[in-house]
């Protein structure tokens, strides 16, 4: 099944434009959109959440096209968690989380109902950060605060949840345990999950499915086994390298000459 489908979807914005977008992202699993800075990939997820408006084409959730649904309906079915580097309000995490709920309130209605305090909590628990609910946002670190911003999107109680960059500005240790946490909610809750990730070896090893962009086209799209290999590293990144798969996890070594230790 797919959950996601673009039909020649173009965008022309001054010098930039995206070109011919055709895709079907699958149901169900992790998908990654990968590739050079500025290739397009983040404004292939704004048109997709209807942030941005398409020039030409059709983009479809669950076969119906995105421009049919309702803005509410549209927020109870994709949460969309956009890259950020501005700071978060002077919330508690309780309280940041519980603002996924909105899409399910009338119009100042803030009392929260038993139904959202049982989601908000499970929300809390999918991210581990029921133990941190009642500290201020500004309290935490950069990981903590990155899944606190993870479980508001996933209170929205949506089937496809979207993340633009999601790993950026953590560390290294922080950027594997968000990953393991993503698969997990997928594995357990089959929820759709789709991120634009820059570190091409962790997109390969927790995704079902790649599809890269360059120069606002697609030029691959398929299981990581399948396409990362030495010539995609080179047409997609120009990068002269070799590839290993060990397990899941792809071990990518560059062809450098003359590389030396002083």
């Known amino acids: 099944m797919t959950a996601?489908?673009?039909?020649?979807m173009e965008l022309d914005i001054g010098h930039f434009h995206l070109k011919d977008i055709s895709c079907s992202i699958p149901n169900g699993k992790i998908t990654?959109?990968?590739?050079?800075?500025?290739?397009?990939?983040?404004?292939?997820?704004?048109?997709?959440?209807r942030l941005t408006k398409q020039t030409?084409?059709?983009?479809?959730?669950?076969?119906?096209?995105t421009n049919k649904y309702s803005l509410k309906k549209f927020s109870q079915?994709?949460?969309?968690?956009?890259?950020?580097?501005?700071?978060?309000?002077?919330?508690?995490v309780k309280e940041l989380v519980a603002y996924g709920r909105s899409p399910y309130k009338k119009l100042f209605e803030h009392r929260l109902t038993q139904k959202d305090e049982e989601i908000i909590n499970r929300?809390?628990?999918?991210?581990?950060?029921?133990?941190?609910?009642?500290?201020?946002?500004?309290?935490?670190s950069g990981g903590e605060?990155?899944?606190?911003?993870?479980?508001?999107?996933?209170?929205?109680?949506?089937d496809i949840l979207i993340l633009d960059e999601p790993t950026t500005f953590l560390d290294?240790?922080?950027?594997?345990?968000?990953?393991?946490?993503?698969?997990?909610?997928?594995e357990i809750y089959q929820m759709t999950i789709v991120m634009v990730l820059h570190d091409l070896q962790q997109a390969a090893a927790y995704s079902h499915h790649l599809i890269a962009v360059k120069n606002g086209q697609i030029q691959a799209?398929?299981?990581?086994?399948?396409?990362?290999d030495s010539k995609f590293l080179k047409d997609i990144y120009g990068l002269d390298a070799d590839v290993q798969f060990d397990g899941y996890f792809p071990i990518i070594i560059p062809k450098i000459k003359n590389l030396r230790r002083n």
């Open 145 to 158: 605060r990155q899944r606190a911003r993870i479980a508001m999107a996933l209170a929205q109680s949506t």
């Open 4 to 8: 996601i489908q673009t039909k020649e």
């Open 32 to 49: 990654s959109i990968v590739g050079p800075n500025g290739s397009g990939k983040s404004t292939i997820l704004k048109l997709i959440t």
């Open 221 to 228: 799209m398929g299981s990581p086994e399948s396409v990362l």
């Open 172 to 186: 290294i240790a922080h950027q594997f345990e968000l990953m393991e946490m993503l698969r997990h909610i997928n």
């Open 56 to 65: 030409s084409g059709e983009i479809y959730i669950y076969d119906k096209q």
């Open 123 to 140: 929300a809390l628990e999918m991210t581990g950060t029921k133990q941190y609910e009642n500290r201020l946002i500004h309290t935490l």
């Open 77 to 92: 079915t994709v949460s969309m968690l956009p890259q950020s580097k501005e700071g978060l309000p002077d919330l508690t």
